[in-house]
């Protein structure tokens, strides 16, 4: 799915979206000088397991510290490292830099777990819309059903891994 086909999918489905054009931007920060804060910023991270055989989309607030050495046990994985620009391509069909929850609608084997920072649950954010020279406000309740209909796995989940040890 590309930017345009995204935005002909929530048009279609009557989701309500807003778009920011930007110049490129690969980390977080570079997107907060630039893009205004209309929604929940984001960070999204695509992790494999160590025997390469589950891959995990992890979009968290983008304030939220991500502890890869603990997170397997909040969602009961084996451990998980980031996967490669390769995995990423093959599996999300995006390049670095423009990892989106919306990349799961390019995953045809539905092998990815999706999991959102449970600060989301009910609120609007932001996420590429399959490029990083976008980004999208919108509102979780009415994107969900995308994912969930697509047949993607998906969790909300307390990303500090509070009380994991």
Known sequence: ?????????????????EVFHHEAVATVAEADAIVPRLAIPTKNLFLRDDKKRQFVLVVA?????VDLKRLHKVLGTRRLSFASPEQLWDVLGLV??????????NDATREVLLVFDER???QR????????TATMFVEMD???????????????ADLSCAGVE
Not at 97 to 104: A, E, L, N, R, Y
């Open 1 to 17: 799915m590309t930017e345009q086909e995204l935005y002909a999918l929530m048009d279609e489905r009557g989701i309500g979206y």
């Open 61 to 65: 607030h983008e304030d939220s510290p």
């Open 96 to 105: 670095q830099g423009s990892v989106t929850p919306f990349g799961v609608l």
């Open 120 to 122: 989301l649950e009910h």
């Open 125 to 132: 954010f932001d996420a590429h819309p399959m490029v990083n």
């Open 142 to 156: 009415e994107v969900l059903p995308l994912f969930v209909e697509h047949g993607t796995r998906v969790v909300f």
